[in-house]
């Protein structure tokens, strides 16, 4: 649930702050007082595309921030490594240059995260769901979200990839002859150019030391030489040096044994040195250096280094590339052994793609006769009596009889008044029925939604006299299972409010100023008197507003049993 809402600096809004309740909250203002103004100020805060011109003019930066209720996303909290108290707070910085930045409970993340986030909190209604819902590509996603058919999705999906694959490797090997030997050419040439390099993993990097160490032969074994005679071989080496001092403090411990350890760790350090002497004479007496050595190495990593450059591959990738080439020339060269193989792959997965996809059809059937029961019974509750609304679908036209997403092509379609037939609703239904419609399936859907908080930016587009009453009655109903708000103009939609909040904008100093104000029960009686009559509110539209508001407390309270 959203708590509170802060706008600082953000179009005319300098600063604002909300605290929204639980029910029905209400957003009600003159034309262009800056209703839209907070629905873009929350879609900014969740994540949404923004740009400098949200910034109030002659501020450095636009700030918002919500605090919502922490349900339901303690999971997504974790997997981000954000910690949270009592509260999520959400906050999206705009700077006048265009820039921004997102945070949740004070940790820098991305719009990306912020939208993730805010999928789980929030659900905004504005006019474009109206295009949506009109959009027949996004027919089959209402029903599939409906009927909550992911399982058989996923299952259709994995046959429909594996089928696609076998499509696709049959069309690698469905060439033409010419481009059949033009490309064996190619292989052939590739593989019989790999192998006779006789390639093996981490050759180059060895053959690169050895080289390495010949090329510096010169001064190793000069450094070889001096340290061993220091160790060992001259007079007065560290060997003769530690002997003679081992032996003297063996004499010293005779007559003071805490000497001892002394003499025993000088014994020890023979031993080393010794170790480390023949380790270096063993060492030089195995080098063995000659220019034909030097020159096969530098050959062997020219042409190693040639070949990773014209494959664009290293070492360890060329084999690789090798096996692959081999791999592509016998497919070619078995090509017609494989395509008849494949031909029968194709037809048997073919055949498990129609099974998997007519249970999904199956699934899909029994979840449109359930939408179109639920629907017609959410619009005859939104004064459309005579509505009949129909889930159609009809088979994938072209072959193999099914697409990416099933078998079936799915349209909603509807009739508004009796006696009409079905038709699609882009041609059928007014802007009022496509709002009422699309707030039917919005609550409808909104049963199998986990978010909190649903906002309906003018949900009123077309509506008047009864039917936004029953708009009215259904976005209290709704909200009494979510926190609902809702921008309108309509004094039908207004009455239902728990809570209402009124926008105000005015002009001081050559400046514009919005601000947004929590009404008592004498406020929401004069601003249902100005929706009512405009500028000229008189004693008899106050009364009217009193009775409509009284009115509406009646109609919640049998709604409420």
């Known amino acids: 649930m959203l708590n509170e809402l802060h706008i600082e600096n953000i179009a005319v809004i300098e600063r604002a702050d909300i605290r929204f309740g639980r029910g029905l909250n209400i957003l009600t203002g003159e034309t262009g007082a800056g209703k839209s103004i907070v629905i873009d100020s929350i879609g900014a805060v969740l994540g949404e595309r923004v740009s400098r011109d949200l910034v109030r003019r002659g501020a450095e930066r636009g700030l918002v921030t919500a605090v919502f209720d922490l349900a339901g996303t303690e999971e997504w909290l974790r997997e981000n490594e954000i910690e949270a108290e009592d509260e999520l707070i959400l906050q999206r910085r705009i700077s006048s240059d265009g820039k921004s930045t997102c945070r949740i409970c004070g940790v820098p993340v991305s719009a990306v995260q912020l939208r993730e986030l805010a999928s789980l909190l929030v659900d905004i209604h504005g006019q474009n769901d109206g295009r949506q819902l009109m959009d027949e590509r996004r027919h089959r996603e209402y029903l ?56 093996k993993e981490g050759e180059k990097d060895a053959l690169t030391a050895r080289r390495d160490l010949l090329r510096n032969s010169e001064k190793l074994t000069e450094a070889l030489d001096e340290a061993i005679a220091a160790l060992y071989s001259e007079e007065g080496s560290a060997v003769s040096m530690a002997q003679n001092g081992a032996y003297y403090a063996d004499r010293a411990a005779s007559f003071a044994p805490e000497l001892q350890k002394a003499a025993d760790s000088l014994r020890d350090a023979i031993f080393t040195i010794t170790d480390a002497a023949e380790s270096l004479r063993d060492f030089r007496e195995s080098l063995e250096f000659s220019p034909e050595e030097y020159n096969r190495l530098e050959e062997r990593i020219s042409l190693l280094s040639k070949l990773e450059r014209k494959y664009n591959r290293d070492e360890a990738e060329l084999i ?32 498990h793609c129609v099974k998997t996809a007519a249970v999904l059809s199956k699934a899909r059937r029994a979840a449109g006769d359930e939408l179109e029961r639920r629907i017609m019974a959410e619009l005859r509750d939104l004064n459309m009596p005579s509505v009949r609304f129909h889930v159609e679908l009809q088979p994938v036209d072209r072959a193999p009889g099914f697409d990416s997403n099933g078998a079936d092509s799915v349209v909603f379609l509807m009739s508004a008044n009796a006696g009409e037939d079905l038709g699609k609703i882009n041609k059928i239904a007014s802007g009022g029925e496509l709002s009422r419609i699309m707030l039917a399936m919005k609550n409808v859907f909104a049963e199998k ?41 309509l004094p039908q939609i207004a009455a239902m409010a728990d809570e209402h909040y009124v926008i105000v904008k005015s002009e001081e100093k050559g400046r514009t100023y919005t601000k947004v104000e929590p009404l008592d029960y004498e406020g929401r009686k004069a601003e249902l008197a100005r929706l009512h009559g405009g500028d000229h509110v008189t004693v008899i539209t106050l009364a009217s507003a009193a009775e409509q508001l009284e009115s509406a407390e009646k109609t919640k309270r049998l709604l409420d049993s």
């Open 144 to 199: 599939d979200r409906f009927g909550s058919l992911d399982e058989q999705i996923r299952e259709f999906g994995k046959e429909y990839r594996a089928y696609q694959a076998l499509i696709k490797e049959k069309e690698r090997l469905s060439m033409d002859e010419v481009e059949k030997e033009r490309l064996s050419e190619s292989l052939r040439y590739q593989i019989a150019e790999l192998e006779r390099a006789e390639l």
């Open 449 to 489: 939604d986990p978010v909190a908080t649903m906002i309906f930016d003018e949900i009123d587009t077309g509506v008047s006299g009864i039917a936004a009453q029953r708009v009215g009655e259904k976005l209290y109903t709704v909200s009494k299972g979510k926190q609902v708000l809702c921008v309108t103009h």
């Open 320 to 351: 690789r590339f090798l096996a692959e080439c081999r791999e592509r020339l016998d497919a070619i060269e078995y090509s017609e052994e494989r395509l008849v193989k494949l031909e029968k792959e194709i037809s048997a997965q073919k055949q």
